[in-house]
């Protein structure tokens, strides 16, 4: 029996580690379509190690992806005690992927301008980078470069990692300046900047983000038995509390994307009852 339940976790591990590894390729590979599509054509300078290499292709004529992987390689090896093990090889993985994705698209596409407007194509770029950034941090691992460096300056410099961020983006717009010649260039990268950072934000936020959601029934001993009776009801549940005596029952979803399915079961056992909804910390709990 306990050879079995071992074999069942271990699977369930390699299930969930698949998975993880799944979103960081797709997440590596609309990242990669972003700088191609949105980004590289107009010479746009996002901050970080991606758009340092966009920088040094222009000096150099190197492929932006083989530059952003010779800078990576050193920063992951620097930075592996800060990222710890298992996130430093899901960072390796899309380090490669993300440098393999943009040489490979870049030979496609020829540098061509797929959108006229340099204003939208930052802005729209910059949103579905962020997004693509959240996948692979949802997972467990980070885009690399100007990540694993602002981790390690944040060791050695005692400046919030905001302040940290923001400095590092500065240099490398400051270098797109002088080699592109060109401060509108720098208006258009911190607009691709604010994009990413507001996008990574807003994801975070929605995946932190739980919910008290307060149910007024005359059938709340039956609404919480439907929660515990089945296992996909319980997983949506961070906490479950119920007061006979004030007739309310208090759920905490995990977060933002299970209330419907909250509502659905509540509803299912009375049609009648009254829900209320309010954002709740996890950590005041």
């Not at 997440?27 to 191609?36: L, R």
């Not at 993300?98 to 020829?110: H, K, N, P, R, T």
């Not at 401060?183 to 911190?190: E, P, R």
């Amino acid at each position: 029996m306990k050879k079995r339940i071992a074999l069942l976790l271990k699977n369930e591990q390699l299930l969930t580690e698949l998975k993880s590894y799944t979103h960081v390729m797709l997440g590596s590979f609309v990242m990669s379509v972003a700088y191609v599509i949105f980004i590289i054509p107009h010479n746009i300078v996002p901050g970080g190690i991606l758009g340092l290499s966009i920088v040094i292709n222009q000096l150099t004529g190197m492929s932006i992806g083989l530059v952003a992987l010779l800078i990576n390689i050193p920063l992951l090896l620097w930075g592996t005690k800060v990222l710890g093990r298992k996130t430093g090889i899901k960072t390796a993985f899309s380090m490669v992927l993300v440098s393999f994705y943009i040489d490979v698209f870049s030979q496609f596409s020829e540098n061509k301008i797929f959108v006229e407007d340099v204003l939208l194509s930052s802005v729209f770029g910059g949103v579905i980078v962020g997004f693509s950034v959240f996948m692979v941090m949802k997972a467990g691992a980070t885009t690399g470069g100007n990540d694993i460096l602002v981790r390690i300056l944040a060791t050695k410099i005692k400046l919030p990692y905001s302040k940290l961020i923001l400095m590092v983006d500065g240099v490398v717009i400051f270098f797109g300046i002088l080699v592109f010649e060109d401060f509108t260039m720098a208006a258009y990268s911190i607009a691709a900047i604010i994009a990413i950072s507001k996008t990574i934000a807003y994801y975070i936020k929605q995946s932190t983000t739980h919910m008290t959601v307060f149910v007024f029934s005359k059938k709340n001993l039956r609404i919480q038995e439907a929660f515990l009776k089945h296992k996909d009801y319980t997983k949506t549940i961070f906490k479950l509390i119920h007061h006979d005596s004030q007739g309310k029952l208090i759920l905490i979803t995990k977060n933002t994307k299970q209330l419907e399915a909250i509502k659905a079961v509540v509803y299912k056992v009375d049609a009648e009852a009254d829900i209320s909804v309010l954002e709740s910390n996890t950590e005041s709990i």
